[in-house]
């Protein structure tokens, strides 16, 4: 009994913590990330604020994370993949992936005032999935900006996994780097689902590894074959 008690005390603590330290600090800095992504017309330094977000919500939770492989982060841009069990993938990746890249995100999340306006102007791609004529003009919009320079990250399942098993990809992204000529650089996550498993409320402390992989060339592939191989590389080391 007392063991249970205390299990459900750490587990509301450190629900708690991380909830209040995530909040408070999007309750200080939204504003700010707002202003600085709209006077600058970059995302650079909202992306670099979101960072250090996602580390303080991480050290709320009392959740370290582990990278592996940075030296395959190629130096022009690419396009990275990793699979989705967990909000926490997220923040690990946004904490940890030392590149300066912009989200692909659902409409849904431009919903929310303030941060609606901050996604925008820093740069990040909204998707309407629900709409095929507009996923395909957010895809070209996405292939110019990394044309240009610009990294983005993806979640090519499309959403998390329930199950933590590797589902089935979208082809969108896939599409999106042939286009765009550039690289997809796998990513494979372990140990956020044991944080926080889709459809849960309970944090609970603990490690995640992020294994950076080799970057596929998206030349000499077509969708299926590239999406193929992304798929084998980001299992590989799950």
Sequence with gaps: MTILLFSLFMWLWWSFSAFLGCALYILLFIIPHTIISITTGSGNIPHIIARYWARWTLFCSNVKVHVEGEE???????????????????????AYLNVQFRWIVKKELYRIPLLNLAMKNAGYIKIDRSDHKKAIESMKIAAKQIRDGTSTMFFPEGTRSSDGNLHPFKKGGFHLAIDAGVPIVPISVTGSRAILAKGSYK?????ITLKIGKPIDSAGHDVQSLMEETYQAITQYL
């Design 72 to 94: 395959n982060i190629p130096k022009g841009p690419a396009i990275y993949m990793a699979n989705h069990v967990s909000h926490y993938d997220v923040f690990s990746i946004l």
């Design 203 to 207: 944090i609970k402390p603990g490690h």
